[in-house]
């Protein structure tokens, strides 16, 4: 979608038209579900975090001041949204016996490792990882969702694939396979 079109779509959903609304909620609820995934690792819950994004977003469209700027505007209130989750969640873990043995529901290993390498990054470079290789977007687009350049992109990507690499490295997973 182009800025100009992007645009468009939030001023007429600004004028009343809830099909342009819906318009932009089908053109980025993906990209919304990895920016939850990217913080919170279950896929339910990111779905269900990036719906009340589109809902807090079309309650709140007064209040975005610059429509061009939607699409980040949109995934910060989706990261606001899940990092309310997460600190829900400790919260009721903590109050729970947390003594557990983990279950890997039978999940292959080295889906595993790779996770575990993808939870250690910082947020930022989760949130690239999980858009650029779970989505499949194109730098393009992830510049476009989160409102950050190409080459910012690029670095973080290059940084979190290196990380990613030594955390595999030190938690045995086969050097040919990295």
């Not at 009343?16 to 990217?38: C, E, K, N, T």
Request: glycine share 6%.
């Amino acid at each position: 979608m182009t800025e100009k079109l992007q645009t468009e779509l939030v001023e007429a959903a600004l004028a009343g038209d809830i099909d342009s609304f819906g318009q932009l909620a089908r053109r980025y609820y993906a990209s919304l579900v990895a920016v939850a995934y990217a913080i919170l690792a279950d896929h339910q819950l990111a779905e269900d975090t990036a719906q009340e994004a589109f809902a807090r977003a079309l309650t709140n469209l007064s209040k975005l001041r610059k429509p061009d700027k939607f699409a980040p505007w949109l995934a910060q209130i989706c990261r606001n949204i899940a990092k309310d989750m997460v600190a829900a969640k400790a919260r009721q873990v903590n109050t729970e016996d947390s003594c557990r043995a983990p279950d890997n529901g039978g999940r292959d290993d080295n889906v595993e490792a790779v996770r575990g390498a993808i939870e250690q990054l910082p947020f930022r470079a989760r949130e690239v990882i999980v858009l650029r290789y779970y989505n499949g977007l194109s730098y393009e687009e992830i510049s476009s969702v989160l409102g950050i350049s190409k080459p910012t992109i690029n670095g973080r990507l290059t940084r979190a694939k290196r990380k990613m690499a030594r955390y595999l490295k030190c938690n045995g997973f086969p050097e040919n396979r990295l």
